[in-house]
């Protein structure tokens, strides 16, 4: 295939193809990070490939190939680069309040209302009464109303 010799040469230690072969079999790597160790391992087995020949044996881009090939060489690393932009102001977890005392009351408050049920009419034999259940909409509590008929059992 045509294209260009790769400008980033890569030849890897036998400590770094073992630990670029065990995350490529791993179940649990994330499949990006696969990905780049294929392209490394394919890069120090065939140092003759150009980036377009590596790239269409693993489908992916050429580009994909260069990034990382130049990654590689810069850093040694195959992890994200940091993100840019203002840190976070807060952690995810403190976002959520510490003591579940809200949550819990909402949810028995649901609960009681979802057990509600309206007195029976028992004098004709037959009784009528009306179940309700919540549910939330857009952090609002709507309440469907179901009319039930029921029979008194002789």
Known sequence: MRGPK???????TEA????????VRAHKTGQSTAVRARILLH?????????????????????????????????HSIADAPRSGAPR?????SACPSDSGGLQSATTERR??????????????????????????NGRTLVESRAVTTMALP
């Open 89 to 93: 102001h807060f952690s995810p977890c």
């Open 6 to 12: 790769p400008s980033y040469p890569i030849s890897l």
């Open 43 to 75: 890069a120090n087995e065939h140092p003759e490939w150009s980036n377009q020949q590596i790239a269409q044996a693993l489908a992916t881009t050429d580009r994909n190939v260069r990034k990382w090939r130049g990654r590689w060489v810069s850093t």
């Open 16 to 23: 770094e193809v073992k630990s670029l072969q065990q995350q």
């Open 112 to 137: 009681a209302i979802g057990t509600m049920e309206s007195p029976s009419h028992s004098t004709t034999g037959e009784g009528y009464h009306e179940r309700t259940n919540p549910f939330q909409q």
